[in-house]
């Protein structure tokens, strides 16, 4: 039986620590992939983005139809497995414990496929600014992105990052932690009834950038409208929302972090 419970910890620990790594190593791919600045100066970036900006003789469609697949792709993902029939899935396995573990590992993959294989738009750039040789602007996006990933990640780090990538869940279940889980039990109901963090910093992030090029304006249209309708707030969440303001904000954001583990 001990022999048992060892190996079930170190699979359960196994999944947590593989899904911590590749969430923080998709975060900080997503963060290159969309405030990257391109290297006009340079003569290859600049003759393809002088291809960009001309009428092009390539293939467009399948490069389109491939890019749309890979968006819709991370777009159905993110969504089946957060749907109570996936949950009530994966809670009939008995793998509750690893459900967000799994949830974060499959959208950090998926992200992370659709960041090296997404392909390259034949068309017109509908804005270019070239920042290589001109420090003010270059200072600015570099700043003005920097801040916006900045609010985005303390949110999440209030929010609780180790419950959003399902540490705090197999602690939980291997610990049995009485006291972890009743701090964690307000925050998950929170959760449930609110947005992403930093929705509206991740907005700008996509819009406000020197380049608009074809491939990046697609994935800042469907990633917004994603994030707008996608998940929408109903008038119960917003009522469960208010209703913690009796329960206290502090207890919800600040006390679990006494039970968090690092």
């Known amino acids: 039986m001990t022999r048992m419970l060892s190996v079930k910890q170190c699979v359960y620990w196994s999944v947590a620590v593989t899904a911590l790594l590749i ?45 749309l697949f890979l968006v819709f792709l991370f777009c159905c993902q993110h969504s089946l497995m957060a749907s109570n029939q996936w949950k009530g899935f994966v809670d009939s396995l008995g793998l509750s414990s690893l459900r967000k573990a799994i949830y974060s590992l499959a959208s950090s993959l998926t992200l992370m496929y659709l960041i090296r294989h997404s392909s390259a738009l034949c068309g017109p750039t509908l804005w270019q600014l070239n920042t290589s040789d001109n420090l003010l602007p ?18 999440a780090y209030c929010l609780d990052v180790m419950d959003l990538v399902g540490w705090t869940d197999v602690k939980r279940e291997l610990e049995e932690c009485d006291d972890v889980r009743q701090a964690v039990a307000p925050r998950t109901k929170l959760l449930h009834h609110m947005r992403h963090s930093g929705v509206g910093c991740f907005l700008l992030i996509l819009w406000v950038h020197p380049v608009m090029s074809m491939e990046r304006f697609l994935v800042s249209l469907v990633f917004s409208l994603y994030v707008l309708f996608g998940h929408r707030v109903t008038e119960r969440d917003h009522m469960f929302v208010m209703s913690q303001e009796d329960y206290g904000w502090k207890d919800i954001i600040l006390e679990p972090h006494h039970g968090h583990i690092g």
């Open 138 to 155: 270059w200072l600015f996006f570099v700043l003005f992105h920097s801040i916006l990933w900045f609010i985005i990640y303390v949110c």
């Open 23 to 67: 969430t923080l190593l998709s975060s900080f791919s997503l963060t290159l992939f969309l405030s990257s600045q391109p290297n006009l100066h340079n003569d290859s970036s600049q003759a393809a983005m002088l291809a960009y900006s001309n009428s092009c003789q390539g293939p467009f469609l399948y490069p389109l139809l491939w890019n």
